[in-house]
């Protein structure tokens, strides 16, 4: 029986504009996204079983349809229906370390594992590029999460140009466990609040992504230099999110005090992040802002930046 574990990175935005609205509710972003080392794991074997099963270590979470990966399964039996007669079902595991509903895009980034080992399990051969078509199908995040590494995202999210990948930043994460933001509040307060800004025509959107292209976040991903990265970071549903969480503000002025060299929410949050010069100073500023918040339900990562997307760990 063939079985394949992979890897499958989160995200952290650092950079997210809303520059628009679009028919099919959603909104044109320019987002600058990146891969970091916090992952879950995703094991996927075939042949064991008739349909889709899925498993999680986070009992949370659900196990049918209402995961973004299990709807990755489907969208392959259904797109692919000769080879998963051929195959068979798939027994998918997830043991998830990337928190949930955090801005991390951890729901995609397993939907983009299941994609991806799917395409090895039933030997489709799929390129990269049909690999993200496929996840755009699904959500905004998941074609990005299947190459990962950094790279402007527009449109909805789904249209990806590579950057230079960044690795070895390290950035120290803070998550409170019991708070969850819904991406799609978010984005609905934020056109209510702002939807008079966005704009209008197609040549003011693609003029918006041009300048963000030739623009400082892009030139110190570039050269990079951490401390420019920090100070160009920008996220525009910080807006919202914040006047509504205080816990999220006062996460970020923590990581402010605590001496790294620029923080910012990630995606609808409410996770914070914050850019460090060093692995040891990554450290200290974990050490810091737990003194400073001992609370039991926040959670600190130490993480770093990463040039891929999902990996292949073990083959049989
Ligand atoms: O695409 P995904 O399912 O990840 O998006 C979650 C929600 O976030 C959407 O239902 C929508 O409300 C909002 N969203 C948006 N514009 C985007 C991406 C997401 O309004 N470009």
Avoid at 56 to 62: A, G, K, S, V
Avoid at 70 to 81: G, S
Avoid at 116 to 137: A, F, K, R, Y
Wanted: proline share 4%; charged share 20%.
């Amino acid at each position: 029986m063939r079985s394949y574990t992979l890897i499958a990175p989160a995200k952290i935005n650092l950079y997210l504009e809303i520059i628009g609205d679009r028919s099919d509710g959603y909104h044109e972003l320019v987002m600058i996204l990146q891969s970091i080392d916090l992952a879950d794991e995703i094991h996927l074997q075939a042949g064991s079983i008739d349909a889709i099963r899925l498993r999680c270590n986070y009992p949370e979470l659900p196990t049918d349809r209402g995961n973004l990966a299990y709807r990755a399964a489907e969208l392959m039996t259904v797109k692919f229906p000769v080879a998963y007669a051929k195959y068979g079902g798939v027994d998918i595991n997830i043991q998830k370390r990337i928190p949930i509903a955090a801005g991390l895009a951890g729901g995609s980034a397993n939907a983009a594992a299941v994609l991806v080992g799917i395409d090895l399990l039933w030997n489709l051969g799929l390129t990269l590029t049909e690999l993200e078509q496929l996840g755009s199908l699904l959500g905004s995040d998941i074609p990005f999460c299947v190459g990962g590494g950094t790279a402007i995202a527009t449109g909805r999210g789904e249209q990806l140009s590579p950057l230079n990948a960044l690795d070895n930043i390290y950035i120290v994460l803070g998550k409170y466990r019991s708070l969850e933001v819904s991406t799609a509040w978010a984005y609905k307060t934020y056109r209510q609040q702002f939807g008079e800004t966005y704009l209008r025509d197609t040549e003011s959107l693609a003029a918006r992504a041009a300048a963000v292209h030739s623009g400082s976040m892009v030139k110190a991903i570039v050269n990079r230099d951490p401390k420019e990265i920090a100070e160009k970071l920008h996220n525009d549903l910080e807006r919202v999110v914040l006047p509504e969480y205080p816990q999220v503000l006062q996460l970020r002025e923590t990581f402010a005090a605590a001496g790294v060299l620029g923080t910012m929410m990630s995606g609808s949050g409410p996770t914070v992040f914050g850019i460090c010069e060093s692995q040891q100073q990554a450290e200290q500023v974990k050490t810091r802002v737990r003194e400073t918040i001992p609370d039991k339900d926040l959670e600190l990562f130490v993480t770093q930046t990463i040039t891929h997307g999902v990996q292949l760990t073990v083959n049989r």
